[in-house]
């Protein structure tokens, strides 16, 4: 009975996985490099991505734990989805501190990313204290750049709060958490937003969506269907991109996997779908890759 009911969720899974097109084309850009490029989303006219922090001599800048610290930088998108006049964001913190996996509100005006605590938290999974990862709201004031910094209320420094994304219309912050009650090492959560100064309680995804592996890198397209990245079962590489639609009742839909050239033998995350539901970017470390971690552009999705 049991390996019935796997081969049936195989079958159902590949059934309903083709409902993406089949002539989708996915293009590596020309920004890649060894280093890593990452977590594209599109403004208005801009194109934010995250990259690593790097010296005057281009090498990456590291933690004292030899983590890399990234930042986030803007450019223009050209008709074929290449990023182009790629700069640092400006903004008013000073330092350099971990900038990374951003979400925007439609007129540009707020940015919710990832970053770490100042201070150390427990890490429960490895038995040590750490810098977990927490979220940051920012405003953009013309003239001024990104400021006003805000970590969110909810984010304690003994678990990890990272990824957020914003539901289309700006209400609903979805994002990745490791606190209690956590199936995997972090599940997808979400929390209502009311002018992006205050917030609701979190609420967890159903078990559906979350599984007993890893969730990560959230995005919500203009037609309500959450995206997000697995590592479980069945996949087609060791992280794999998945979608569910958010407006359907039908109690027995489960995530479906991707079709390729979308999904690859390698790890592809951060998907982005534009608001023709047609093109986007998502970030991946596939075969032919310039180096780390690469982003692609993909079209007649």
Known sequence: MFKVKITFLLIFILTFSFSQNKNVQVTQLSI???LDHFAARVVGD????????????????????????????EGEMTNDGEIIKSKPIVKT????????AA???????????????????????????TYNLLIQRAEYIEGRGWTNFETLPFCKPNNNFAHPALSPDDNTLYFIADIRGTKGKSDL????????????????????????????????????????????????GGLDIYSYDLKSSDPEQIPISLET?????????????????????????????????????????
């Open 32 to 34: 890649n490099t060894e």
């Open 46 to 73: 801009k194109v934010f991505f995250c990259h690593n922090l790097t010296t005057k001599r281009g090498r990456p800048i590291k933690d004292r734990y030899s983590g890399f610290i990234y930042g986030i930088y």
């Open 93 to 100: 913190e000073l330092g350099q501190f971990n900038m990374s």
């Open 103 to 129: 979400t925007y509100t439609k007129d540009g005006r707020y940015m919710y990313f990832t970053s770490n605590h100042s201070g150390k938290g427990a890490n429960k999974l490895k038995g040590i204290e």
């Open 189 to 236: 959560y979400k929390v209502a937003v009311s002018n992006h100064k205050t917030y609701g309680e979190i609420t967890k995804l159903s078990e559906t969506i979350n599984s007993s592996r890893t969730e990560i890198f959230p995005f919500v397209s203009v037609d309500n269907v959450l995206y997000f990245t697995s590592n479980r079962r069945y996949g087609k």
């Open 261 to 301: 050239p979308i999904n690859s033998p390698g790890d592809d995350f951060s998907f982005f779908l534009n608001d023709d539901l047609t093109t986007g970017y998502l970030s991946s470390r596939r075969l032919k890759g310039a180096g780390g971690d690469d982003l692609y552009y993909f079209s007649k999705f």
